[in-house]
């Protein structure tokens, strides 16, 4: 749980009295969200503040209880989210603006970024010159899940950022403070002073609710409800009009299995003998090839094209690269290691490439620390044809300024058609920062990506080779399709573990550029203390079986299931233990463990899923593994929608037996 402390030189009762500001955002509820015709979220119904937003305002209220000072919440969507900013009214909040407009429909993240920053400028210009202190954000929306807002207000601001933070403590009087963020595989300490906009993790706090003599005060308080005249957003910077990319596609998100095959005769050991059998035939007849949805055959798609060729062919083809041409990925170190992701992103890279114009085909990668240049080998082997390194001593280990800095000072100078990055805990907090400050577009998250046509009517444009984004969206429930050819670079993140890395060629040659950023001082505010990384690290895109658990097995089913682990693990299996995130966020195990949509993707051979109700979010993260095999006491559990073989039974009935027939010599079908 996040704390927020004050160390002031041994002095208590310091009002620091900080201008606090905080984004908040109203979301269906999550079984009730729906799209419209148009594939924009029908927000008609039953709605909410966004859990994390609650806990970003929940750090906000301990830090004013702890050094004092005052909290105004901004927020923009329809009228009917006055319900979210009068609750934080209740909370404790001081004064609520609401940005509210038609104009304001269809924005991307870019526009909405735009739009807040605007109308923070706006509000905190009526606060007689008062500087704003901290603005803190949720980490994401659970509608939208692209994490992009908070660091992209905060480059349209020129604000320091810290993402993922889990731990606030004020340091000293000159308004310094130590926070604490979430990185891959751990955690690390960071010294820095004000202004700073934070985005807050969901496992950091648990808001409280509305106080009586909050509520009490709120009934003289209003939400003021403004519109872009009002602050002075231009009408091209808003809604679908100011928004550099666009949902050109939304389809729905499929299930990804066939029927089930439920073992239901006979003794416990019976029907566990059963599944193994039929696992080991399933993969010698199918070749251990995994489920696939079916898609329809390139010739449908071809004449589907063609169609839509025929009948755009009055509209004149555009091309408004102005000279961008290529493809530009960031490869993340973790420590001093080269990510998995940045493999797999250039893998990605290379086989989009191919479908780029002949002239944009070139793939460069840019690494950045104070061994980077060692690893320019390894990424020509997997594809990239020039490598740009930043060696410098100060980067040990990841910042986000000037790491954001380098990047778009190379950018500017290779002028790129595309940059990827993973949307890793580094890649959501790097990459939305540097697009806010380009003004170009960014596609979240993505799981897909492609090249193909793309016309506009509206705009008497059409695009031969338009850059096809697709994320999952609207709670993973929808594949969203998203186009932006209209500003370069074209940005987007790759979400690690669903792309793979093509096979090295050792033979490939390519240029090493050693580039140097002119540094500004200001890129070095934020100084890193401390890293720290987990040693026992678990690898779950890398391994061949992921043992699963959900809420419904408690904490003494992880015991359980870390035995189940270690046995297959004695047998020369490569072997991880996963989890939902009901089960992280109840605190039966770290959040390292946790499968899916805020989690790892996996892609495994075999997948238990181990009383795991089957939530859309988990299914994303583990849809990939050739075999799922669910293990609930609840026939009707959407985990039996999504799997190839089931026992309805207690875990603690089944496991065991499981152990002991690998114990005993059974065989799995793992290459």
């Not at 901004?74 to 609520?96: C, H, I, W, Y």
């Not at 039929?278 to 251990?288: K, R």
């Amino acid at each position: 749980m996040v704390q927020v402390h004050a160390e002031l030189n041994g002095k208590d009762n310091i009002n620091l009295d900080l201008n606090i500001f905080v984004m908040i955002k109203q979301v269906p509820v999550p079984k009730e969200m729906k799209t419209t015709a148009e594939g924009t979220m029908d927000r008609s119904g039953n709605s909410q503040m966004n859990p994390h937003c609650a806990n970003a305002l929940e750090e906000a209220l301990k830090l004013k209880e702890t050094v004092g000072g005052t909290i105004t919440i901004v927020s923009m969507g329809p009228p009917n989210f006055t319900q979210s900013l009068t609750e934080a009214l209740r909370k404790g909040a001081d004064d609520a603006y609401l940005l509210s407009d038609r104009k304001l429909a269809g924005s991307d993240t870019w526009a909405t970024a735009e739009a807040l920053a605007t109308l923070i400028k706006y509000v905190n210009s009526k606060q007689n010159g008062r500087t704003i202190d901290v603005l803190f954000a949720g980490l994401q929306t659970i509608d939208g899940d692209t994490a992009h807002v908070g660091p992209q207000v905060a480059g349209r601001m020129g604000m320091k950022q810290v993402t993922y933070v889990e731990n606030i403590k004020v340091i000293d009087e000159s308004k310094r403070l130590e926070v604490r963020r979430i990185i891959e595989g751990g955690h690390q300490k960071v010294h820095l002073s004000l202004p700073v906009m934070m985005s807050v993790t969901h496992t950091a706090n648990t808001p409280r609710g509305p106080s009586l003599n909050y509520s009490l005060t709120a009934l003289d308080k209003k939400v003021n409800i403004v519109s872009i005249d009002d602050i002075g957003l231009p009408e091209t910077s808003a809604g679908v009009l100011g928004s550099p990319t666009v949902v050109s596609r939304v389809k729905n998100v499929t299930a990804h299995r066939g029927n089930i095959q439920l073992f239901t005769e006979g003794s416990m050991e019976e029907k566990i003998e059963s599944l193994f059998n039929m696992l080991n035939h399933s993969f010698t007849e199918e070749g251990n090839e995994g489920n696939t949805d079916s898609t329809p055959s390139d010739l449908e798609e071809e004449e589907k094209l063609a169609k839509t060729m025929e009948r755009d062919k009055d509209i004149p083809y555009v091309d408004l690269r102005n000279g961008a041409r290529g493809i530009l990925t960031w490869a993340q170190m973790d420590g001093d290691k080269l990510s998995l992701a940045a493999l797999e992103i250039l893998g990605e890279a290379k086989r989009v490439s191919v479908k780029l114009a002949e002239d944009s085909r070139s793939i460069t990668t840019i690494i950045i620390g104070p061994d980077a240049s060692k690893f320019t080998d390894t990424l020509i082997h997997y594809g990239a044809d020039t490598v740009y390194t930043v060696d410098d001593e100060r980067l040990n280990e990841y910042q986000t300024l000037p790491y954001a800095h380098a990047i778009i000072e190379a950018i500017k100078e290779i002028n790129p058609e595309i940059v990827l990055f993973s949307a890793s805990t580094l890649g959501r907090d790097l990459a939305p920062r540097i697009a806010a400050i380009l003004n170009v577009g960014l596609s979240a998250d993505c799981t897909e990506f492609d090249v193909g046509y793309y016309s506009s009517r509206k705009k008497n444009q059409r695009f031969d080779r338009a850059f096809q984004m697709k994320r999952p969206s609207f709670g993973e429930s929808k594949l969203a399709t998203i186009i932006g050819p209209w500003t370069y670079p074209q940005m987007a993140t790759a979400r690690p573990g669903i792309f793979k890395a093509e096979t090295p060629d050792t033979s490939r040659q390519g240029k090493i550029v050693n580039f140097k950023p002119k540094w500004d001082d200001s890129d070095f505010d934020v100084k890193v203390i401390e890293t720290v990384r987990n040693p026992d690290t678990i690898e779950l895109e890398k391994a061949d079986i992921v043992i699963s658990g959900g809420l419904g097995i408690g904490k003494t089913g992880f015991v359980l299931l870390t035995k189940f682990v270690e046995t297959l693990r004695s047998k020369g299996y490569k072997t991880e233990l996963g989890a939902s995130r009901a089960a992280v966020d109840a605190g039966f195990i770290p959040y390292k463990h946790q499968v899916g949509q805020t989690g790892k993707t996996v892609r495994p051979t075999l997948y238990f899923a181990v009383g795991i109700s089957g939530a859309i979010q988990h299914l994303m993260g583990m849809k990939e593994s050739t075999k799922v095999i669910a293990i609930n006491t609840d026939s009707k559990a959407n985990i039996f929608s999504n799997a190839d073989y089931g026992i309805v039974a207690d875990f603690r009935e089944v496991i065991p037996i499981m152990i002991k027939q690998i114990e005993s010599g059974q065989d799995l079908p793992i290459k």
